[in-house]
């Protein structure tokens, strides 16, 4: 059983910056999705297991980052020049092995954290 926590939501103005965090049980490859409302659950990015290949939605491509930290088995979404289309529940997952950038592979979900971004 995998097990993830997220933090790090809140309320920001267009073109300012948050930072999301997950903090997982293990060591695993780790994705970001995001769900606004009355929409489905999109895929945002992924870092591997070995943090050597990170992966993104074309749409937060030199935006977001995606990062590590391996002591605390806690991945971060840095999330910066914020857009009110940005706005959505953010979720961490996780497939056990091997990186998930699709909703219905995905094993394992976080709780969910509102990031709410106004214009």
């Known amino acids: 059983q995998v097990q993830l926590l997220e933090s790090g939501g809140g309320l920001v103005q267009a073109g300012g910056s948050l930072r999301l965090s997950c903090a997982a049980s293990?060591?695993?490859?780790m994705s970001w999705f995001r769900q606004a409302p009355g929409k489905e659950r999109d895929f945002v990015a992924a870092v591997s297991s070995s943090d050597t290949s990170t992966y993104y939605t074309d749409s937060v491509k030199g935006r977001f980052t995606i990062t590590r930290d391996g002591a605390k088995n806690t991945v971060y979404l840095q999330m910066n020049s914020l857009k009110p289309e940005d706005t959505a529940v953010y979720y961490c997952?996780?497939?056990?092995?091997?990186?998930?950038?699709?909703?219905?592979?995905?094993?394992?979900w976080g709780q969910g954290t509102q990031v709410t971004v106004s214009s």
């Open positions: 293990g060591r695993y490859a």
């Open positions: 997952a996780v497939r056990r092995f091997g990186v998930v950038t699709t909703a219905y592979a995905v094993e394992y």
